[in-house]
């Protein structure tokens, strides 16, 4: 459980992680003012804010990418010489991202986002109640598993093929996730895994249920899970000169 509450405090109360957060949750805020601002319709704020928790997530995951490339060296080592296995680390790595996200989009959600439509619509909408506090949870848990096991993928790849140097590409995945979370609501297909995403999380907030499509995002994440896992586990012991800050 050490391992475990290190990744939360990593991802959840580092200064890093929530300056990225914060960060990424005043854009997304910006973008829900201007949204509802323009349209004037609560359902329409929702779908936004759908589109701001994978952006928050997609922040999340620049940490998270960096975190599995600075630690791939003596995660190499620890897996000769000592008990710990491949299996537990990304198990940690994976609750304390996903322990992050949850808790910022239901601070998002419940804080903010009120707020907002009191500007904006003269009224405060409290988008997450008792009857959808636990659908919009796990929504927003299979949404983000998806993110990140995404993400966990392409690093995991990186290293393989580049080592130390997949560092450098750490920003990149961010900023792919983010052009793709943007511009999939215009590419509203149930063959897109980033529209389905969004489209569980305000199905749970608007319906207060899970959705269906739930199971095929969750089933996509576990493949790719699976599939980052395999690829981590070739990684070779880095030399120290090889990394690139």
């Known amino acids: 459980m050490e391992l475990e509450k290190s990744m939360i405090k990593r991802f959840l109360f580092s200064a890093t992680a929530i300056s990225y957060l ?45 975190t599995v490339v600075y630690q791939s060296s003596a995660l190499a080592y620890f897996m000769r010489f000592s008990k710990l296995r491949m299996s537990n680390y ?12 949850v808790t910022y989009s239901v601070i998002f959600a419940a804080l903010i986002t009120p ?11 409290e988008i997450i109640r008792v009857d959808n506090i636990l659908p919009f949870i796990a929504s927003t848990l299979i949404s983000s598993l998806f993110i990140l096991s995404l993400t966990f993928t392409i690093t995991a ?20 996730l983010l052009a793709i979370s943007e511009l999939s609501p215009s590419a509203s297909s149930s063959l897109n895994p980033f529209y389905e995403a969004e489209n569980i999380i305000s199905y749970s ?31 070779k012991a880095l030399r120290l000169e090889e990394v690139v800050w």
């Open 22 to 66: 914060l960060g990424m949750m005043l854009l997304d805020s910006l973008g829900l003012y201007f949204a509802l601002n323009s349209i004037k319709n609560i359902n329409a704020g929702i779908i936004w804010y759908s589109v701001a928790i994978l952006l928050l997530v997609a922040s999340l995951s620049t940490g998270f990418s960096i």
């Open 90 to 101: 990304i198990l940690s790595l994976f609750i304390g991202s996903l322990v992050s996200a």
């Open 115 to 125: 707020l907002i439509t009191k500007l904006t619509l003269n009224h405060f909408y």
């Open 157 to 176: 790849t990186l290293l393989v093929k580049v080592g130390a140097k997949a560092s450098n590409y750490a920003y990149y995945i961010f900023f792919l």
């Open 205 to 235: 907030l608007i319906h207060d249920t899970i959705s269906l499509y739930s199971v095929e995002v969750a089933s996509l994440a576990i493949v790719l899970l699976l599939l980052g896992n395999l690829i981590l586990k070739k990684i």
